[in-house]
């Protein structure tokens, strides 16, 4: 993997967002909503193709945070969000690309 995708240090902050710094300098800044807008799992996507909404969803708690984040290997990480929500996996060269050129909002 290029320097560009290695993880230099991660600071996940539950009522604000994540903080990626890459090993090449580069920092990543995500808020919550934007992460959980653009979670990458398969659920998720099929809703916002769909037109529906990713989150809220019907019952979703407010306000938005993370419970918990946990490394998935080298390569990305799992957030579990306070709605239960936990099955996107975020690789971390998703999050680079994603911070360099956003995706339009779903």
């Not at 996507?45 to 993370?66: A, F, M």
Request: charged share 25%.
């Amino acid at each position: 993997m290029e320097d560009r995708y290695e993880v230099a240090d991660l600071v996940v902050e539950r009522s604000r967002g994540l903080k990626v710094t890459f090993e090449d300098g580069y920092v990543a800044d995500f808020d919550l909503m934007r992460l959980r807008l653009w979670c990458p799992c398969a659920s998720c996507r099929s809703l916002g193709e769909r037109g529906e909404d990713v989150w809220p969803r019907p019952g979703s708690p407010t306000p938005l945070s993370i419970t918990d984040a946990a490394l998935h290997g080298a390569w990305g990480l799992v957030i579990t969000w306070n709605d239960g929500h936990s099955t996107g996996i975020y690789p971390f060269e998703q999050l680079r690309l994603w911070s360099e050129r956003p995706p339009d909002q779903r």
